[in-house]
Structure formats: structure tokens, C-alpha cells
Nanobody, 124 residues
Framework: QVQLVESGGSLVQAGGSLRLSCAAS????????MGWFRQAPGKEREFVAT????????YYGDSVKGRFDISRDNAKNTVYLQMNSLKPEDTAVYYC?????????????????WGQGTQVTVSS
């Protein structure tokens, strides 16, 4: 079992930046790829970014490409999502997820563990 806890969500003005963190605990000795997803009210969960176990391969959803950056520090069992140039449409609950594979994935049903989410609100 792996437990994930997100933090860093907040209210920010459009154009601002935030960094989300996802701390993993439990059986973190295995190779897990990580992902970030988000869900806005009334909308389906959306893929944001994924990173492989080593951190050498990343992939982003089209709506955040060039503005967001995913990274990880395996020594700290933590994954980060740096969000820049935030827009009101980025407002959502952001979820961290872990996948029992060394390779990342863009589909939420390919992930095995989920955090409780952290709210990001971008005001115009």
C-alpha cells in the first residue's frame, strides 16, 4: 500500500504561480510512476502530467504544456507540480496518483493509488 498526501493548493491570481507537492508513504521502495490529474466542478477528471520512476521522462496534457512542470525527488518520496502562468480555467481539485509501474501514463484508470486532492483556485 502507498499513501499519498497532496499539499500546496491555494487561491492565486491569474498569471501567478503555485507549487503542489505530493508526499508518498508506505511501500515506496517499489518503482512507481506518478501522475497529476485535476477535476473541476461538473467536469470529468483531466490528465495534467506524468513522470516515470527515474524522473527522466515526463508528459503533459495539452492545456498545461509549457506552463506546468512535473518533477520528483525519490530520496524524499515526493512529487512536485510547478504551475506557472495560471489561468482561471486551471481552477480545480488536483490529485496525485501512483502507478505500479516504472512508466508514466495519461489514463487515470491505470493508476493504483490516489491522494485526497488539494484545491487550486485561480481568480481573474
Amino acid at each position: 500500500q502507498v499513501q499519498l498526501v497532496e499539499s500546496g493548493g491555494s487561491l492565486v491570481q491569474a498569471g501567478g504561480s503555485l507549487r503542489l507537492s505530493c508526499a508518498a508513504s508506505g511501500r515506496t521502495g517499489s518503482s512507481y510512476a506518478m501522475g497529476w490529474f485535476r477535476q473541476a466542478p461538473g467536469k470529468e477528471r483531466e490528465f495534467v502530467a506524468t513522470i516515470n520512476w527515474s524522473g527522466s521522462v515526463t508528459y503533459y496534457g495539452d492545456s498545461v504544456k509549457g506552463r506546468f512542470d512535473i518533477s520528483r525527488d525519490n530520496a524524499k518520496n515526493t512529487v512536485y507540480l510547478q504551475m506557472n502562468s495560471l489561468k482561471p480555467e486551471d481552477t480545480a481539485v488536483y490529485y496525485c496518483a501512483a502507478r505500479r509501474s516504472s512508466q508514466g501514463n495519461i489514463y487515470d484508470d491505470h493508476y493504483d493509488y490516489w491522494g485526497q486532492g488539494t484545491q487550486v483556485t485561480v481568480s481573474s
